[in-house]
């Protein structure tokens, strides 16, 4: 398979690893991006891991919690450029959905989709659309996430609300709560506990582990400390409980909420456009394109007089 330069940038892009590095590993991978990903991160280390859940989509999180902290949804909505994400129609949209998921509880987009706009005599599709008729671009109800508390919850949107967490907690006070929602938002961990991070996600590192930690030429035995001590840093790299405190990082999460006697049942985290991929384009190859459209248009023009 042809390695293309566009191919090569994007490798490079998500992992920040050198050009020919990078050329090397899709050559390796028969130009399969994520295979190529993980030879690097074999090859080079934590280095290759730049960037692994890179944002390709516009939008804001919307987030609503009901006056007794005991409801909670948050919910995103995509839009095609950053521009309508500043949009005051568009924000108070994503409010809206967020509140909507709280009190009429849907069970899925498609049900939220369904449900009347309070104030507006529409559906929720249908004031999509018509938003989409004013603002001239298309919108998009992504996805959404509603917690019933056990304890009380606390919410953060952070960065043009590109991020938003919740959090579900116990005890302490509601400056705890603010600063834990805070701490999901800035470290993003991908579980509670080490319990509850999926098998495949931990086999994907200890197999990426193992082949870096062979490559050391040591005995079979330091080999096998070496892969559990990788995977156990990893686990408490992406784990709330693991995660030392943005604010102290001398302490951990788990430590932090000792000492204030509190626990978490569990959190959500949103990050606008995790996951879609976005078409990247060049702009000024898009104007020269569109020049030389005209171009030619001008002359056939003149060959047709």
Excluded: W
Aim: glycine letters at 8%; charged letters at 30%.
């Amino acid at each position: 398979m042809e390695i293309t330069a566009s191919m090569v940038k994007n490798l490079r892009d998500k992992t920040d690893a050198p050009m020919m590095e990078c050329k090397k590993a899709l050559a390796e991978a028969g130009g399969d991006m994520e295979k190529a990903e993980e030879i690097l991160r074999i090859k080079l280390g934590s280095k290759a891991s730049k960037a692994s859940s890179r944002v390709a989509a516009e939008g804001v999180v919307g987030v609503h919690v009901s006056p007794d902290g005991k409801r909670g949804a948050i919910v995103e909505l995509n839009c095609e450029t950053d521009f309508v994400a500043r949009n005051e129609d568009f924000l108070r949209f994503a409010g809206a959905l967020a509140r909507l998921v709280v009190e009429a509880r849907p069970a899925d987009v498609a049900a939220l989709s369904a449900l009347p706009m309070e104030n507006t005599g529409k559906t929720v599709e249908e004031f999509r659309q018509a938003l989409v008729g004013k603002i001239g671009e298309n919108l998009s109800v992504r996805r959404f996430q509603r917690i019933d508390a056990v304890g009380r919850l606390a919410c953060y949107v952070h960065g043009g609300a590109r991020i938003g967490s919740m959090v579900d907690y116990q005890g302490g006070d509601e400056q705890l709560g603010r600063d834990l929602a805070m701490h999901i938002a800035a470290a993003k961990p991908v579980a509670l506990s080490k319990e509850e991070v999926s098998a495949e996600l931990v086999q994907k590192e200890r197999d990426i582990a193992a082949a870096k930690a062979a490559e050391s030429g040591k005995p079979a035995n330091i080999v096998q400390k070496m892969v559990e001590g990788s995977v156990q840093k990893f686990l408490k790299e992406v784990t709330l409980l693991g995660q030392p405190f943005v604010k102290d990082d001398k302490v951990t999460v788990e430590s932090l909420l000792k000492s204030k006697g509190a626990r978490v049942s569990r959190f959500a985290l949103f990050v606008v456009g995790e996951g879609i991929e976005k078409k990247a384009t060049d702009f000024a190859a898009e104007v020269m394109a569109q020049a030389g459209m005209a171009k030619q248009g001008r002359d056939q023009a003149e060959k047709a007089t």
